[in-house]
């Protein structure tokens, strides 16, 4: 339900890409989770490695809220691009950039790099497979105990 992310966006967003946060949001009424940077770190995405390593090697307070005053708000990394798009009066994606040489050509600063509070609780490239079963298992044991 997405109602519930509105509610507790950031909280809530940061709680589901681990097990027990998954279990919570799942007791509060939610039908599913969103693990977009946990995909966008994962082996088998196709994004250039630099950014999984960003992923990685971020601590909870690197991501920066953007357009806050606009829709859609968003949440990225914070380089040196997106800490110049904090608190501006217009909306940011005319200033997205070029997504290309982000996604595979690895410029950290060519694009915003969208990626949600939570990498800072991703420490490791791990194959999708290992993500889910890993994500599956504890999620059951979280639920019966």
């Known amino acids: 339900m997405f ?6 966006q950031q909280a809530l967003c940061y709680l589901t ?3 027990s946060g998954m279990a919570a949001a799942f007791a509060l009424g939610a039908e599913g989770v969103q ?8 082996a088998e995405s196709p994004v250039h ?5 960003a992923i ?10 953007l357009n806050g005053q606009h829709s859609p708000a968003l949440r990225a990394l914070r380089t040196d691009k997106t800490e110049a798009l904090v608190n501006v009066d217009h909306n940011v994606f005319g200033e997205f950039g070029d997504a290309q040489a982000l996604y595979f050509g690895g410029d ?9 509070q939570v990498a800072g609780r991703i420490d490791s ?7 889910i079963s890993d994500t599956v298992s504890e999620f059951a044991a979280a639920v019966a105990s």
């Open 17 to 19: 890409c681990w097990p």
């Open 49 to 53: 490695t630099n950014w999984k390593d």
């Open 35 to 42: 693990m977009g940077t946990r995909m966008v770190s994962a």
């Open 3 to 8: 109602a519930l992310l509105v509610l507790g």
């Open 125 to 131: 490239v791990r194959p999708v497979a290992d993500i």
């Open 56 to 65: 990685v090697a971020a601590a909870e307070t690197d991501t920066l809220f």
């Open 108 to 116: 950290m600063e060519a694009a915003i790099a969208l990626t949600g």
